[in-house]
């Protein structure tokens, strides 16, 4: 009896040692493993970004973060107490490492993204008093151009709580660095840095036994670069031209492709110093400067377009075969022009009895008043729509802001009430002013069709198959007109100040009035004028006349067409 | 009968001490593995050298002691008993607690020097005592009243070593108690009848459970017809418990209410008092079929493991010899109870038979609810190894009832049935 009770006793025992070692023994070596194991992210690099000559617009140095690996947010805090004694790290640091850590506990929380030198140097030297630190190689994002480039790569940060929420992070994990603005961000998934993994082996308090060979390394992978149509050497001498006084905005594209070759804001701010953490007095100084350098004008900003408008007036009047380049109107410009009220024209001296031509040439108000009304209000709002007046353009970036253009005339009586407006407003809008607010890029896209056949392009960053969308129907020779009077206007019209010798530039010039400021000035235009290369749009804030940006619209469209040249000289084998 | 005093060389019961030298080699091997850390500990790594040095000493004992006659053992059980009474007494001023178990008396402490667990000797000594009392009695006991002698001899230790806290050691003499009554021939009905209230406290949880057991109780007191007054206080005591247990639950302290949930469910306190018994699950399940090498365990190793060198050192069995490793250790303790058992069934007379049984039934309960525990079959109570776990007065005690078992069986080797079994 007894010893039959033993025996059960202790086959019930070594079945149970059977279960727990045999059957379920997977399950157990699984927790073990995930007990001693830590898995330490290796860092990746991200893409590098490269213009269209091979120039690097963003790449990777090499940095060092510091990490911590803790059981608890007590004995993280406690570290990061003991840690404060030896180098400095600021409380807002380790309020940030905390909540790195309850985002991802069995990641080791990242204290420095991008640790100096001499941090790295004196935590080595004391290590052995830190279990869980862990100090390795992070490549640092770097901008050899930060100030060019500011308003087109954007920059790259820590990923935020926000984002980790998102269906566009799936996946990330909380202090990977993400794009933050422009391409960085457009581009996220292409430039994403594929981080690789190794695995340290812990205690039960977390301090790490061994570092190395516990398990396969997985190195990092380098994603390929990503190679866009912008031309360094024009954001840089944008950048240059600009300087500190000026603010505004230059887009410049390739008429037939719509390859963006340069995307500029001004004032302009460097983006290295948004790299591993801005600092917090750099931010506020951005923020709180009065040009708000972090505006990004190019796609952003919306202004009067002015008289670069006048280009739409009549390419809808010409479309409507009211009129030719030839055509003079009823009343020669005396000044001003009666509707109800003056109207006044800019030159207050008069442009006389003058054909259309020579009206785009002078920017001449009262011709358009007059072509305006004969294309009434409904088909030159119709028309404006058509013309993409009232629609983004679709450019490979974040931010753009849709431009402003009423669709019909329903958008008065909601804005104004039905009896709050009068027709008239069809004589300033077929001046460019008015209810209509654009975008540097939608001009210089409308542009791309007036300099090539009536296609206007859909501006893009990064090379792809060009897309062309028709935008109005002009016969070859009232095309030609066209593109003949936009040479005139440099050759001997507003802008004639801005000529360039050996080269024939077209465009229009513009001034928008945006009281209580000083006028802004603008000019839309492209080069060489019988055989486009290059459109550019670019508005200077307070420039005062347009004829002002005409002259650094020439300067950079010269610019990109001499290098280019010397860069087809060089013969490629 | 063998001549007394003198142990002929073809006397000894070699399997036994066969079986219990290859015990103490395993458990000094695991005791020189679980000092064997990543993070190294001087005091860890050395204990097997004092467990060696206490096994030396425990050689010495085992060999004065093979030199006595049982009949010295018998004359001595009083005073043994005795002694270990007032020792015991003593815990409640001189105790001091240790490792998991700081708060509470098991060690005796004179000057902060901790001389060793007086309740180690209170488990022979009742033993003996136990064994003195039932083979004084020879009628069979047939209802619960004539049975207050042997109780009683149990019931004053136990009471004193509940005293100092030590639960697990308690639990013990329970187990001996039963399984010497069992072996004294008491029916078993009459030994359900005794157990019945202390079953009823475990069961009144749940009421419906613990009301099946009492419709059971009935059937039995009815069918077995002990006396009326026994049958009546028996019944009384049931539903006392019943009604009692749950008043009792809330009167634990919340870290013995804590230790019960988590034998439940460990997971309710993974980082608390659940942490020993999931990590020491861990250890023994990772180690699979073949174990993950001598010494070489990632658990232990890595400090995952608690008081591996003491409560816990079978999950280091489990977790470096694999099951291989612990069926091997699991057989050695089986083939020391069967030879115990032999032991008993074989000795002259019924002391030497009871007490056969006693040590060997001590050794029972402290293997099961330490190796249950490692796996969570068992609460976590911090009753030791025999053989296996460091400590220096469980060695000594554990190697005297060896001692004590080789001369029993050198005296009644032949005769067979000493208890009439």
Redesign the interface.
């Known amino acids: 009896m007894?010893?039959v009770l033993?025996?059960a006793?202790?086959t019930t025992?070594?079945g149970?040692?059977?279960r727990?070692?045999?059957l379920?023994?997977e399950?157990?070596?699984l927790?073990?493993?995930s007990?001693?194991l830590r898995e330490v992210p290796l860092p990746g690099a991200r893409g590098i970004i490269y213009d269209r000559h091979g120039q690097i617009i963003a790449e990777n140095l090499p940095g060092y973060s510091v990490s911590i690996l803790s059981p608890t947010v007590d004995s993280l805090r406690s570290a990061l107490r003991s840690l404060s004694r030896v180098i400095e790290i600021d409380s807002a640091q380790q309020v940030l490492a905390v909540r790195r850590f309850r985002a991802a506990p069995t990641r080791p929380a990242v204290i420095f993204n991008d640790a100096s030198f001499q941090v790295v140097s004196v935590l080595e030297e004391r290590r052995a008093e830190f279990p869980g630190l862990i100090i390795q190689s992070a490549p640092k994002r770097y901008y050899p151009d930060a100030q060019a480039v500011a308003a087109l790569v954007g920059y790259t940060g820590e990923i935020s709580e926000k984002q980790l929420a998102m269906p566009r992070y799936e996946g990330y994990k909380a202090g990977q660095q993400v794009g933050r603005e422009g391409l960085e961000m457009q581009y996220e998934e292409q430039l994403r840095a594929r981080e690789g993994s190794r695995f340290v082996?812990?205690?039960?308090?977390n301090?790490v036994?061994?570092d190395n060979g516990v398990r396969a390394e997985v190195p990092p992978e380098a994603p390929p670069p990503l190679r866009t149509n912008i031309d360094l050497d024009l954001q840089r001498y944008a950048h240059e031209y600009f300087g500190d006084s000026l603010r505004g905005a230059v887009v410049a594209l390739e008429p037939e492709t719509g390859g963006v070759l340069a995307i500029y804001s001004a004032p302009s701010y460097d983006i290295n110093r948004f790299i591993g953490g801005v600092s917090s007095s750099y931010y506020r100084e951005l923020q709180e400067h009065k040009y708000k350098p972090l505006f990004n004008r190019a796609l952003s900003g919306r202004y009067p377009p002015a008289s670069t408008w006048k280009l739409a007036t009549a390419v809808l009047g010409m479309e409507l075969g009211l009129v030719t380049m030839e055509t003079h109107q009823e009343q020669p410009c005396t000044g001003g022009y009666y509707y109800g009220r003056v109207f006044k024209c800019w030159d207050k001296r008069g442009h006389g009895d003058i054909s259309l031509a020579q009206a785009i040439a002078k920017s001449c108000d009262v011709y358009f008043y007059q072509l305006g009304l004969k294309i009434g209000l409904t088909r030159l709002l119709a028309g404006g729509v058509r013309l993409g007046f009232g629609d983004s353009t679709g450019i490979d970036m974040p931010g753009e802001k849709t431009p402003i253009w009423p669709a019909s005339t329903a958008y008065f009586d909601r804005r104004y009430g039905p009896r709050g407006w009068n027709r008239s407003v069809v004589l300033s809008l077929s001046i460019g002013q008015a209810n209509n607010s654009q975008t540097p890029l939608n001009m210089a896209r409308f542009y791309t069709a007036l300099a090539t056949d009536g296609y206007a392009a859909t501006p893009q960053v990064v090379a792809r198959t060009p897309e062309r969308k028709k935008l109005f129907d002009l016969s070859p020779e009232q095309l030609k007109s066209v593109q003949l009077a936009l040479a005139d206007v440099v050759s001997r019209g507003t802008a004639a100040g801005a000529q360039v010798q050996g080269l024939t530039i077209a465009g229009k010039t513009g001034t928008a009035q945006v009281p209580p400021e000083e006028d802004y000035a603008w000019f839309v235009g492209y080069a060489p004028a019988d055989k486009p290369k290059i459109v550019l749009a670019i508005i200077i804030e307070e420039g005062l006349h347009g004829s002002t940006a005409a002259k650094v619209a020439t300067k950079l469209m010269e610019r990109y067409l001499k290098t280019k040249l010397t860069m087809n000289a060089v013969p490629t084998d | 009968m063998a001549a007394p005093g003198i142990l002929r060389r073809q006397s000894i019961d070699v399997p036994l001490l066969v079986t219990a030298l290859l015990l103490t080699v395993f458990g000094l091997a695991m005791v020189f593995s679980a000092g064997q850390t990543d993070m190294p500990d001087k005091g860890l790594e050395t204990l097997w050298q004092r467990q060696l040095a206490f096994f030396g000493v425990a050689m010495a004992a085992t060999w004065v002691i093979t030199r006595g006659s049982v009949r010295l053992i018998e004359w001595s059980a009083w005073p043994l008993y005795l002694m270990a009474c007032i020792m015991l007494l003593l815990l409640q001023f001189l105790g001091s607690g240790a490792g998991t178990a700081a708060s509470t008396k098991q060690w005796l402490t004179i000057g902060g020097v901790r001389l060793g667990q007086p309740a180690e000797l209170a488990k022979l000594a009742t033993t003996f005592m136990l064994a003195r009392v039932l083979a004084s009695q020879r009628d069979t006991v047939t209802s619960m009243r004539e049975l207050w002698k042997p109780l009683l001899v149990v019931a004053v230790p136990w009471v004193l070593v509940l005293a100092t806290k030590d639960l697990g050691t308690a639990l013990t003499f329970i187990g001996i108690c039963f399984a010497m009554l069992f072996w004294a021939g008491v029916p078993w009905p009459v030994l359900l009848m005794l157990a019945s209230p202390g079953i009823s406290l475990v069961l009144a949880f749940s009421t419906g459970v613990w009301g099946a057991w009492f419709l059971i109780l009935v059937a039995l007191v009815l069918w077995y017809r002990p006396y009326l007054l026994e049958g009546v206080v028996l019944v009384v005591a049931n539903v006392v418990m019943g009604v009692v247990a749950p008043v009792l639950w809330d009167k634990l302290k919340p870290y013995q209410q804590q230790r019960f949930l988590v034998f439940l469910d460990p997971s309710v306190d993974a980082q608390g008092s659940g942490y020993n018994v999931i990590q020491s699950q861990v250890a023994i399940g990772s180690g699979g079929l073949f174990g993950k090498g001598f010494t070489l365990g990632s658990q232990k190793r890595l400090n995952f493991l608690p008081e591996q060198q003491t409560d816990f050192i079978f999950s280091v069995v489990g977790e470096e010899l694999g099951f291989v490793g612990v069926v091997v250790a699991l057989s050695l303790f089986l083939a020391l109870f069967l030879r115990s058992t032999r032991i008993a069934v074989r000795a002259a007379d019924a002391f030497p038979s009871l007490v056969a049984f006693g040590l060997m039934s001590a050794w029972f309960v402290h293997v099961m609810v330490n190796v249950g525990m490692t796996l969570n079959l068992m609460p976590v109570t911090g009753i030791p190894l025999p053989f296996f776990s460091y400590g220096g007065s469980f060695l000594l005690v554990s190697w005297l009832a060896v001692a004590v078992l080789l001369r029993i069986s050198a005296e009644g080797r032949g005769q067979a049935d000493a208890l009439g079994l």
């Open positions: 007894a010893r033993l025996v006793a202790f025992l070594g149970a040692f059977f727990a070692q045999v379920r023994n399950e157990f070596v927790r073990s493993e007990n001693r082996e812990v205690d039960a308090r301090r036994v061994r």
